[in-house]
């Protein structure tokens, strides 16, 4: 069974900056492009970021500017570095495929961003 293990969520204040990683198996991130996506209470969870295997990025235009996502490929992680974090980031943030059906969701980071 695959699994996606996220961490690096945690208690920022607005304006903050936090780092989170995913780390996979191999067969995964040598194939498919890996996306970031949140889910705030109440709300569908959203793709907010993805990378494809040559590293090319993509953004929601919620995050532009202020989010950026890389991969090692060789060590099986996906990273979202978030920077001026505003309190709508607020979210369980994933990672998974950014394409097709998703593999089996991990527990997810909680970011919470507030004064």
């Given at each position: 069974q695959v699994q996606l293990v996220e961490s690096g969520g945690g208690l920022v204040q607005p304006g903050g900056s936090l780092r989170l990683s995913c780390v996979g198996s191999a067969i995964i991130f040598s194939i498919f492009p890996m996306g970031w996506y949140r889910q705030a209470p109440g709300?569908?969870?959203?793709?907010?970021?993805?990378?494809?295997?040559?590293?090319?990025?993509n953004y929601a235009d919620?995050?532009?500017g202020r989010f950026t996502i890389s991969r090692?490929?060789?060590?099986n992680t996906v990273s979202l570095q978030m920077n001026s974090l505003k309190p709508e980031d607020t979210a369980v943030y994933y990672c998974n495929k950014a394409v097709?059906?998703?593999?089996?969701?991990?527990?997810?980071t909680q970011v919470t961003v507030s004064s």
């Open positions: 709300q569908q969870r959203e793709l907010v970021a993805h990378i494809n295997r040559g590293g090319s990025t919620s995050v532009k090692d490929n060789a060590k097709g059906s998703p593999l089996s969701w991990g527990q997810g």
